[in-house]
């Protein structure tokens, strides 16, 4: 690849949440953002292999049915997908964060130049909820137990193909400390200020942050708007040290 900006790969298992993580992240850091998500609702949709109206809970269990068929013709999908993240990623002129479709986020860790992967853990009954309310469906109870069985199987037909084609063990990867979020029980706000708050974010984070079009050379000072600290820094601030504060918001810049 001729173009050389860092990438840093926001994922998790389907429903996991990180698809609007990664806007989030995108829009208050400034990273260009490469959804491969997004791509791959879309080809279900041009291909004809998704055709109930969008949302609702058919819509959402055919585009489940797709990622199954995906999962099966690995080889060809991967190419697909992964002409699609290069030819985004090489007009990017700033750091880029993709966001991808869980089981495909390691199988392009391996020829993209990635510097960091997060990983967005998230229990079932969160990623039933949050699929549902990303896209404003309501369901039953039988409807989410059916979008339930259908992630479940997804995320073991993921798990075997990365391990036989890739040699990747997820079950290892969810126990590293500095890549996985454990985003129970969270909002998506509070789930995104737990990943700008980890140390390995933050370093992530500051290894590139010169590359952005809107990185501070001089020293600033800004005042946490939470518990009034003034902090001197000269890189974006992300965490108030004294009440981690990391809403991008409440930082006012003093100079
Ligand atoms: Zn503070």
């Known amino acids: 690849m001729s173009n050389t900006v860092p990438v840093i790969l926001l994922d998790g298992l389907l429903a996991s949440g990180s698809s609007i993580i ?34 609702t809970v058919l819509h959402e269990l055919e585009i489940l049915d797709f990622y199954e068929l995906l999962a099966e013709e690995q080889a060809k ?12 990623i090489s007009i990017a002129e700033k750091p880029t964060l993709v966001h991808c479709t869980g089981f495909a986020a390691y199988a392009f860790a391996k020829h993209l130049p990635v510097r960091h992967i997060f990983w967005l853990h998230a229990t079932i009954d969160d990623r039933v909820d949050r699929l549902l309310a990303k896209h404003t469906i309501l369901a039953n109870d039988s409807e989410k137990s059916q979008l339930k069985e259908k992630l479940k199987k997804l995320d073991n037909i993921w798990e075997e193909s990365l391990k036989n084609h890739l040699g990747i063990n997820l079950r290892e990867l969810e126990s590293q400390e500095d890549t996985v979020i454990d985003t129970a029980n969270l909002s998506t706000e509070q789930a995104f200020q737990k990943l700008a708050t980890i140390d390995s974010f933050i370093d992530t984070y500051n290894s590139m942050a010169a590359l952005m079009p809107d990185y501070q050379q001089e020293w600033r000072r800004w005042q946490c708007l939470v518990c009034q600290l003034v902090v001197e820094t000269n890189k974006v601030i992300v965490q108030c040290p004294r009440c981690h504060n990391a809403d991008p918001d409440k930082f006012k810049d003093l100079d």
């Open 77 to 88: 999908v991967h190419n697909q997908l992964y002409s699609f993240l290069t030819s985004k």
């Open 22 to 55: 990664s806007e989030y992240v995108g829009k208050s850091y400034s990273f260009f953002v490469v959804n491969g998500n997004q791509y791959m609702r879309e080809l279900g949709r041009s291909t004809g292999r998704v055709t109930a109206p969008k949302g």
